[in-house]
């Protein structure tokens, strides 16, 4: 499958969202539905500034229940990222003032949760791998830490 943008607008959201059991079906920007079940989702965090700002992110799985189609989060992970000096292009996805994450570090992972930084601090791009389990919905939640605004790249695999 292709790239695709995970947030039409870019965040600056400075603390996370709350989720907590909802009758309301997940389906804004930032959740990835993990119908085919995916065996993994990559990410590619960016964001605006300068190189050397940071951000982060954390990953929530939400699982409908059974007969009540309530859905409930389980934290996935969270992690941090540094932005390098690799930049996007006029017209595409990353924009021209974008610059791609070149580090990433896991902070924080749940139980049986598979998450794997490919970091370099070499300006180019990082990705963090995500095995999304048997989650019917990947939600991302970004904030902004010094960098001005951040976004992902996102792309579900099956290898």
């Known amino acids: 499958?292709?790239?695709?943008?995970?947030?039409?607008?870019?965040?600056?959201?400075?603390?996370?969202?709350?989720?907590?059991?909802?009758?309301?079906?997940?389906?804004?920007?930032?959740?990835?539905?993990?119908?085919?079940?995916?065996?993994?989702?990559?990410?590619?965090?960016?964001?605006?500034?300068?190189?050397?700002?940071?951000?982060?992110?954390?990953?929530?799985?939400?699982?409908?229940?059974?007969?009540?189609?309530?859905?409930?989060?389980?934290?996935?992970?969270?992690?941090?990222?540094?932005?390098?000096?690799?930049?996007?292009?006029?017209n595409g996805l990353v924009p021209a003032a974008g610059l791609y994450a070149d580090t990433i570090a896991v902070t924080a992972v749940g139980a049986s949760t598979r998450l794997e930084a490919a970091s370099n601090a070499l300006d180019m791009p990082a990705f963090l791998l995500v095995n999304p389990l048997s989650f019917d919905k990947i939600e991302v939640q970004m904030l902004v830490g010094t960098a001005a605004s951040v976004n992902c790249l996102f792309e579900e695999m099956d290898t």
């Open 1 to 90: 499958m292709a790239l695709r943008k995970l947030f039409s607008t870019s965040i600056t959201a400075s603390t996370y969202a709350g989720a907590t059991d909802t009758a309301t079906e997940p389906t804004a920007d930032g959740i990835v539905d993990n119908v085919g079940r995916r065996r993994y989702v990559r990410l590619i965090p960016f964001g605006t500034d300068a190189a050397n700002e940071t951000g982060s992110l954390q990953i929530i799985g939400w699982s409908r229940q059974d007969t009540t189609n309530i859905w409930t989060p389980t934290l996935l992970g969270r992690a941090t990222f540094t932005l390098g000096a690799a930049v996007g292009v006029t």
